[in-house]
């Protein structure tokens, strides 16, 4: 059956309980309990964005549960961020914990039998998609609404033909896994690599002289400079911000062998993405992140994988908006092994960075079959 045959029916319908967590100003900091005292977890945007319960959690005790226990999220509920990153979901699984709701997020139980629920997942999310895109062209930032949301009309295929589908996603999404994981163990191996040659580098059993981040580097973030008609004119490049790649965009500062240390943003708290990350090429860099260069590209390779093994929470100020100022990035110490060592390791990086390579053109790959699917299944 084509798609467009399948009948339609408003979300409201086919849902027993849709809506977003409690009012901010009944679930406080000062709710939130140890784990020891904890009655239930707090099921949060992070959980929808990373696709995992895993990691820090927070908790409340019996009192505010009873309080609050109309947002009870239990298994099969469907969690959805509503808050700077809108529209990412997540399926709760069945081992889950007793928990209750974030203001921050929305949940969604479904009527039994209507919908599989892998189908559904996707299908919301190429709604929401469908609805972050329309906002982002007006320039309105999109604010996800139970009630109208519920209006909505979703179809409903044959379960057989849902299931089918979701069997096709599934598939794909466990290749697209696999490599991720490919990509993570080779970091790892990384970073194993490093200690193994140096140590580690909080407790320097080597006994490596220390030295000042600014004694190795030199900042380049007073040389930004505007970009003139000419530089528009040679090309599209890569767009850096405090967590990596950003956009692509005809401007561009740097053509060198840079570092980039993430300057402010949850991330430096959260590590969910690599605070140094190194950038070759036409770059533009926003202010968000530090342009660093070293006097070899061996220590910056040495330096990228250095900030990864470290806890650099003692240089950070402010929580609500963490920042590293470069002063306080200037007085950071690390471990200087001999310059012969660090090319050593260097190399051995750009082998495993080879490797990396082939394994990522290949998740490129699957990304964009999941797209291909998405446009041909729920565009």
Request: hydrophobic letters at 40%; one cysteine or more; aromatic letters at 10%.
């Amino acid at each position: 059956m084509e798609k467009n045959q399948y009948r339609k029916e408003p979300l409201k319908d086919n849902v027993e309980e849709m809506f977003i967590g409690p009012f901010g100003s009944s679930l406080k900091n000062e709710c939130f309990v140890d784990e020891r005292n904890a009655y239930c977890m707090v099921y949060e945007q992070k959980h929808a964005i990373q696709k995992t319960l895993a990691g820090k959690n927070r908790f409340v005790d019996r009192n505010k549960y009873q309080e609050l226990k109309r947002f009870t999220v239990k298994p099969g509920d469907i969690i959805v961020s509503c808050r700077g990153t809108i529209g990412e979901t997540f399926i709760i699984p069945e081992n889950a914990p007793l928990g209750i709701m974030h203001p921050s997020i929305m949940k969604i139980r479904l009527k039994p039998n209507v919908y599989n629920i892998e189908y559904f997942n996707l299908l919301l999310k190429s709604r929401l998609e469908a609805y972050n895109k329309s906002a982002n062209g007006s320039g309105v930032k999109m604010a996800i609404s139970a009630t109208e949301l519920g209006k909505d009309l979703f179809p409903i295929p044959p379960m057989d033909e849902q299931q089918k589908i979701s069997r096709i996603f599934f598939m794909v999404e466990h290749l697209i896994l696999l490599r991720k994981q490919q990509l993570a163990k080779l970091d790892e191996l990384v970073k194993a690599r490093f200690v193994e040659m140096f140590g580690d580098p909080v407790s320097n059993p080597m006994g490596w002289k220390r030295v000042r981040f600014d004694s190795i580097s030199e900042n380049l973030d007073s040389k930004r400079v505007p970009v003139t008609e000419s530089d528009r004119k040679e090309g599209v490049y890569p767009y850096y911000g405090a967590s990596g790649i950003v956009d692509w965009i005809n401007d561009y500062i740097f053509d060198e062998d840079i570092l980039l240390v993430s300057e402010d943003g949850a991330n430096l708290l959260m590590r969910s993405t690599p605070i140094a990350f190194s950038v070759s090429g036409k770059s533009w860099v926003n202010n968000h992140a530090h342009v660093v260069r070293f006097h070899d590209f061996a220590t910056q390779k040495f330096i990228e994988v250095y900030f990864s093994l470290i806890d650099i929470s003692e240089y950070i100020t402010g929580t609500a908006q963490p920042k590293l100022n470069q002063a306080k990035l200037n007085t950071m110490l690390f471990c200087w092994p001999p310059l012969s060592l660090q090319k050593q390791f260097a190399a051995f990086v750009e082998r495993v960075d080879q490797q990396k390579q082939t394994v990522q053109q290949s998740l490129d790959k699957l990304e964009l079959m999941k797209k291909a699917l998405m446009q041909e299944y729920f565009g």
